[in-house]
């Protein structure tokens, strides 16, 4: 019913900026908070960022000052522009959206993208 499909992921060295971008599509009726989260290799997934459908943002310690979140409801599209990267920010970025969908207007529910890579690497 509804996709989120994520882009932007690359490999880009100490210091490099990369801006992520999250679509969804499908039966929208409303879409209220958007995230986006990182998983490192052999870690727990970790939530990034969120911003929500008045546009009031929330970051992790690890980022503040550095990436900030932001959307265009418009084009029901979260992005993420990530400054000053280190290498610790190598993860795959998912994003998530709490959507009601056309049919469920009511029953909002979470949706995942499937991941896109960063690396961060000299």
């Known amino acids: 019913q509804v996709q989120l499909v994520e882009s932007g992921g690359d490999s880009v060295q100490p210091g490099g900026s990369l801006r992520l971008s999250c679509a969804a599509s499908?039966?929208?009726?409303?879409?209220?908070?958007m995230d986006w989260y990182r998983q490192a290799p052999g870690k727990q997934r970790e939530l990034v960022a969120t911003?929500?459908?008045?546009?009031?943002?929330n970051y992790a310690d690890s980022v503040k000052g550095r990436f900030a979140i932001s959307r265009d409801n418009a084009k029901n599209t979260v992005y993420l522009q990530m400054n000053s990267l280190k290498p610790e920010d190598t993860a795959v970025y998912f994003c998530?959206?709490?959507?009601?969908?056309?049919?469920?207007?009511?029953?909002?529910?979470?949706?995942w993208g499937q991941g896109t890579q960063v690396t961060v690497s000299s």
């Open positions: 499908g039966s929208i009726f409303s879409i209220y908070n």
């Open positions: 911003i929500t459908s008045g546009g009031s943002t």
């Open positions: 998530n959206a709490n959507v009601a969908t056309r049919a469920s207007r009511w029953s909002p529910r979470d949706y």
